[in-house]
């Protein structure tokens, strides 16, 4: 009869263990692990009950430092399925620090600083058998903290004449899986905030999902106008939880032909041209650059920015002397290039440093 007995007492032990595993936490602690509010995005699922009253306890440890903060939220009810947390569970919750510096800087700014944690969370029943433990899991990563979200073209307060352009900015580092880029640009009326202009005019674009560190412009969004200001910003984010934002930049579209070809003034250095950000080229590309070396060949590559799968080549051969240089790159005959599209002049100099000019082509018969 004793045999029978512990027989069902492990059953029963064995039972519990099972209901107990199949409770399990969805945490991303590389997002939701940086803030005292990113704890409580944590969603329960695997609840085999159809429903049961239960709080939430949750130990933040550092190895060095120990415990740095416990939290134990007030009863709550838990359905089968995925459950996120209740909204205002925290305000109710008991906060309790610890007595390290990490867990001082946390109780003051709600952030974590950069280190190594483990995130524990234990789901108690406050039904039937109060305080049990009804499932437990942890998670260890090492939190670094994300660098600025930068923009990076077009240039702060800078005059472009693309109507169309492509936007870059450096990526949000460290990387993170699933990491996703929004970007709005809308334009900048006279008198107006910037903030104000991002929040209230009508947005040329609001691009959501986008998964690289650049866009190039919506085809179907409208083009920009001459004579027009904007303003961009840029906010990573992931499942909804935002990650990072850039400042808000502003560019306006002015496209006044900087250079006339044809004459002395039009052969202008290479890197005055780069920081004008524009150029006309009518058939050909026209700059100067001074060569304190040898004789040699200019190496260069065109992209084309309006249409990047269009591949150009035979370009013509460029040779430099030693000294000052008019340089002429005759393009008017090469049918890669087409009147009204944009295009990006990379050139290594001599010395080795790199110059980029963007221009606009025109055909010399216009």
Known sequence: MKRFTYWIIGCLL???????????????????GRTMDGLFQVRIAGVAAQRLVASLQITVTAPKEGRIVTIKTKP????????????GLIAGAGINFG???????VRQSGFF?????????ELLDEGGHTGETLGMQCFDYYLQPFSPLLLSSPADEDDICDKRPSLYWQPLLPAIPGLQYRLVLAEWKQDQAKVEALRYNFPVINQQYINLPMLFFPPS????????????QVTAYKEGMILGTSEIWTFKVSCTDSVKPFTPESFRDIRDLEKGNFYVARGKVLFALQNIFEKTTLQYQITCISDPKKVIRKLPEVKLENGNNHVIIDISENRAFVDGYYYQLTVKLPDGEVKQLRFLYKSETE
């Open 14 to 32: 064995l039972i519990s263990a099972q209901a107990t595993a199949q409770v399990s936490f969805v945490f991303l602690p590389e997002v939701q």
């Open 99 to 105: 007595n390290s510096k990490i867990a001082t800087i």
């Open 221 to 232: 969004a409208k083009a920009l106008e001459e004579g027009h200001q904007y303003v961009w």
């Open 76 to 87: 709550f009810e838990v359905k089968p399925g995925v459950n996120p947390l209740p909204p």
């Open 113 to 121: 600083t950069e280190g190594d944690y483990e995130y524990c969370f």
